[in-house]
T-cell receptor, first 115, second 115 residues
Framework: AQTVTQSQPEMSVQEAETVTLSCTYD???????LFWYKQPPSRQMILVIR??????QNATENRFSVNFQKAAKSFSLKISDSQLGDTAMYFC????????????FGTGTRLKVLA | DVKVTQSSRYLVKRTGEKVFLECVQD?????MFWYRQDPGLGLRLIYF???????EKGDIPEGYSVSREKKERFSLILESASTNQTSMYLC??????????????FGQGTRLTVV
């Protein structure tokens, strides 16, 4: 069975600084997708970034980038130039492609951006 | 834009009541999911459905059932609500067959309190 582990329950970062959130996963599949979701206090889950396992190039979306290490089964999220609006829960998620396409989530990291 | 709508944002129910949580999506997605979110535990999958009238148990199905009579609607049923079912419930939908739309789209969540 697939598992997703986020070992940092809480983190904080100063505004304009850079922060990295960690995620590791376990799977026997070769083809899969990884995601980072953001859940602000409004509770609406928003996709931050997506990585396809067969692509070696790390995904980037503006200030957000990932460090995808397939062999190590590691998928960290880097937020550059942190903004107050980045304060939220961040969830790492895995979706395999050989079964029913369900999403497995980690336990989340609560990020606080400090002014 | 994909829209996933949950029928209630907040619900308070009594122990032993039968509770229905409704979720509707407007993008013709095949897959729909019900997750439960608790602090420190992340999102745990209760049930998912990959087609009308088709369903599969997730990781924590005990005490819950689901119904999917129409493609756009996925209902979560608490047969006899108990206080340990007090939680945040999140509905999601996806259409993973398309490369561009592999992510899950979420509703705004229902915070259920069982007293």
């Amino acid at each position: 069975a697939q598992t997703v582990t986020q070992s940092q329950p809480e983190m904080s970062v100063q505004e304009a600084e850079t922060v990295t959130l960690s995620c590791t996963y376990d799977t026997s599949e070769n083809n899969y997708y990884l995601f980072w979701y953001k859940q602000p206090p409004s509770r609406q889950m928003i996709l931050v970034i997506r990585q396809e396992a067969y692509k070696q190039q790390n995904a980037t979306e503006n200030r957000f980038s990932v460090n995808f290490q397939k062999a190590a089964k590691s998928f960290s999220l880097k937020i550059s130039d942190s903004q107050l609006g980045d304060t939220a829960m961040y969830f790492c998620a895995f979706m395999g492609t050989s079964g029913t396409y369900k999403y497995i989530f980690g336990t989340g990291t609560r990020l606080k951006v400090l002014a | 834009d994909v829209k996933v709508t949950q029928s209630s944002r907040y619900l308070v129910k009594r122990t032993g009541e039968k509770v229905f949580l409704e979720c509707v999506q407007d993008m013709d997605h095949e897959n729909m999911f019900w997750y439960r979110q608790d602090p420190g535990l992340g999102l745990r999958l209760i049930y998912f459905s990959y087609d009308v009238k088709m369903k599969e148990k997730g990781d924590i199905p005990e005490g819950y059932s689901v119904s999917r009579e129409k493609k756009e609607r996925f209902s979560l049923i608490l047969e006899s609500a108990s206080t340990n079912q007090t939680s945040m419930y999140l509905c999601a939908s996806s259409s993973p067959g398309t490369v561009k739309n592999t992510e899950a789209f979420f509703g705004q969540g229902t915070r259920l309190t069982v007293v």
